[in-house]
């Protein structure tokens, strides 16, 4: 059997490719040898471009038209399939716990209100100051803080839930999935015609590279270095009491970067390390769980009694610059990379696999991809 697209790596990113595939009317294999340390299975889910500070410009375009897309994609998914997506709208707060988070909370406001008056929005109902009651309001665990910024419109989205909702939609318009590896790609000349996984060898038209953090290995092959490198992040689920209803709770990020997304069933996922230089070493480590919970209870002093549901490890498809890589591979045919989302794959993710689609099946694209391409790392 041949397809006109084999899609490699089945997290958030190669499942909405192969899903958004098939809307278009190709005949898809997706092919996931569903590692562990997915990055997808143990994302945070947030969703919060207008709050971020550390993402450079061409992240910030690339996210506000991928934010923008969630709600109509939640929508059709909804229609699409019957199980849950694990999206919400939820707010978010930006807050500083201790006087020496003083200054980088200031730097952090300027930021979100200079460029919040730059773009024209969000606008002042929808993201502001708000005073230490308020915060605690709003998650009551809290400690006592000195500044907090609100945004109303912030979201979380359950990676595993989505990326299940997604391949069942894809599935009910004729996806077919292999849950095994690809070993290595078929070439012919400068042209990918195909890969070959422990069943054999299966043609197809076009090839899209999206295995997250192991997507680097295809570059031998391809003749190209693909800048992408495990980050391992470290997060836990906490279960509080039912009496909490964490399910009015909105998600706190303290300045320094940790963050508590709460979740409707008495859970509060409490996050995460940023270990670059991990390797694809998945582990659960003393000191990455030690950095997490003192991180949690210095910012939420209130979670202290909660009980430990459970520790998850991802690998972030890591690039130096923080951007992912998109777009067709130079000098090769019929190959495109899907991959680099980094810390902000659940937030780009599903937006990325869009834009692939419509390139291979020549849509005209509502972004322009310069700032994305494998080529900006070549001197
Ligand atoms: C702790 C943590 C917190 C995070 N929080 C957030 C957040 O709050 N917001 C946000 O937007 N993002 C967040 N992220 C980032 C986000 O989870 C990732 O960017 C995103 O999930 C990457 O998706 P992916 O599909 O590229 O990779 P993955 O989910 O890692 O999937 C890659 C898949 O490709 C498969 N694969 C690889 N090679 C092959 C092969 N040769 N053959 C077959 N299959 C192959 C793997 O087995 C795997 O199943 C977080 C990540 C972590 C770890």
């Known amino acids: ?205 076009d090839v899209v590279i999206a295995g997250g953090a192991w997507s680097h290995a295809f570059g031998l092959q391809l003749g190209v270095q693909i800048p992408v490198e495990p980050q391992r992040g470290q997060i836990i689920h906490l279960g509080l009491p039912p009496a909490a209803n964490t399910a009015s709770w909105t998600i706190v990020s303290a300045v320094r970067g940790h963050y508590m997304v709460p979740w409707p069933d008495n859970r509060v996922v409490v996050g995460a390390t940023r270990e670059t230089g991990s390797g694809f070493d998945a582990r659960t480590t003393v000191a990455g769980v030690r950095e997490v919970l003192d991180e949690a209870l210095r910012v939420a002093p209130g979670l202290a009694a909660a009980e430990i549901r459970d520790i998850r490890v991802g690998l972030r498809p890591y690039t130096q610059d923080l951007l992912p890589v998109l777009g067709p591979v130079p000098g090769r045919k019929n190959v495109w990379l899907a991959t680099g989302h980094g810390p902000t794959g659940l937030q780009l993710g599903p937006y990325s696999g869009k834009l692939i689609a419509d390139l291979i099946t020549g849509n005209d694209l509502p972004i322009n991809l310069d700032a994305y391409r494998i080529t900006r790392f070549f001197s």
């Not at 991928?66 to 978010?92: D, H, K, R, W």
């Not at 979201?155 to 391949?167: E, K, S, Y």
């Open 1 to 205: 059997m041949s397809y006109d697209a084999i899609v490699i790596g089945g997290g958030i990113v190669g499942t909405s490719t192969a899903y958004h595939l098939v809307r278009a009317g190709a005949r898809t294999l997706l092919v996931d040898r569903r590692d562990t340390g997915r990055a997808t299975d143990a994302g945070a889910g947030i969703l919060s471009p207008a709050t971020n500070t550390r993402d450079p410009d061409p992240w910030q375009r690339l996210a506000a038209h991928a934010v923008g897309y969630y709600p109509g994609l939640i929508e059709s998914l909804e229609s699409e399939q019957e199980g849950e997506t694990g999206f919400a709208v939820c707010g978010m707060m930006i807050v500083a716990v201790s006087e020496d988070e003083l200054e980088p909370f200031d730097v952090a406001r300027r930021h979100i209100f200079n460029r919040r008056n730059r773009q024209g929005g969000p606008s002042a109902q929808d993201l502001y100051e708000i005073s230490s009651d308020e915060a605690r309001k709003r998650f009551p665990a809290l400690a006592g803080v000195q500044g907090a910024i609100y945004y109303r419109d912030a979201a979380r989205v359950d990676g595993r839930l989505l990326t299940g909702a997604l391949r069942r939609a894809a599935e009910s318009r004729g996806l077919t999935v292999q849950e095994t590896g690809v070993e290595a790609l078929r070439m012919d000349n400068d042209a990918v015609t195909g890969v070959v996984t422990d069943a054999g060898a299966i043609s197809t038209a």
